[in-house]
């Protein structure tokens, strides 16, 4: 699949940031404690495509945590550096915990077994048989994303709806031009790590066929209704 992609790291609007709010950050930060923040312990790139239109595709970093030994949870930015935008989150479960969930519910969700064993989830800078050790792992689990900001057609702002997210499931599907980019700037091979990751296995008895959408597109609408409000008769107005 070919194409030219829209930078992804445009300048967010607004005046710099003034020593004053410099300052008062260093307080904050010396007295606050950032104990989800602190959970992070890891750092994955990866690919996303819109759940509804495959040829809209963003490089994702994934910056994550341990709930527990089922669960996991990332923030996810459009790049690792200092001023990298806060675009999405991804929540990852186990084959047991996606297993619980009502059935269009999986729908939602997407399978890891292909980006993973693909090469194309990778753990920047992490050796590879250590990376190896925890994406055995990760190949088994399912992920839902949902991103707020829609890099990919140059918005300098969150604009929009949020959006649910996929992942690849098999070759042929991911930007050559975008997988390129990113072996280049980051000095891996996705063919080798699919040659060093060929004995892993995804989740036991297959990947579920509620999952990846059911095996179509999901599109993500806004909808006007009636808010339902508990008791019209008391509404107060406030001014």
Excluded at 90 to 119: A, C, I, N, Q
Excluded at 125 to 150: A, M, S
Excluded at 203 to 225: F, S, W
């Amino acid at each position: 699949m070919e194409g030219v992609n829209i930078p992804t790291h445009p300048e967010v609007p607004g005046e710099p940031t003034q020593t004053s709010t410099a300052l008062l950050e260093k307080a904050t930060a010396a007295i606050q404690g950032f104990g989800p923040v602190n959970k992070i312990h890891q750092h994955l790139c990866a690919f996303h495509f819109y759940a509804h239109d495959m040829t809209r595709q963003v490089e994702a970093h994934h910056f994550c945590g341990h709930q527990n030994e089922e669960f996991r949870q990332c923030l996810i930015y459009d790049g690792e550096g200092d001023n990298a935008r806060l675009i999405g989150l991804e929540y990852v479960v186990s084959k047991d915990l996606f297993s619980t969930l009502p059935e269009e519910e999986k729908r939602l969700w997407h399978s890891h077994e292909y980006e993973v064993k693909s090469g194309l989830l990778f753990l920047p800078t992490v050796p590879g048989p250590v990376q190896r050790q925890d994406l055995e792992n990760v190949c088994k689990t399912y992920g839902k994303v949902i991103h707020f900001w829609q890099v990919d057609r140059g918005d300098d702002l969150p604009l929009g709806i949020p959006q649910i997210m996929m992942a690849f499931t098999s070759d042929g599907q991911l930007n050559d031009n975008l997988a390129q980019d990113v072996e280049k700037r980051y000095n891996v091979s996705f063919a080798k790590e699919r040659e060093n990751r060929a004995y892993m296995e995804g989740p036991a008895g297959g990947i579920d066929p509620m999952a990846n959408g059911g095996g179509q597109g999901l599109r993500t609408v806004l909808k006007e209704v009636d808010c339902n409000p508990a008791t019209r008769s008391t509404a107060r107005v406030f001014v």
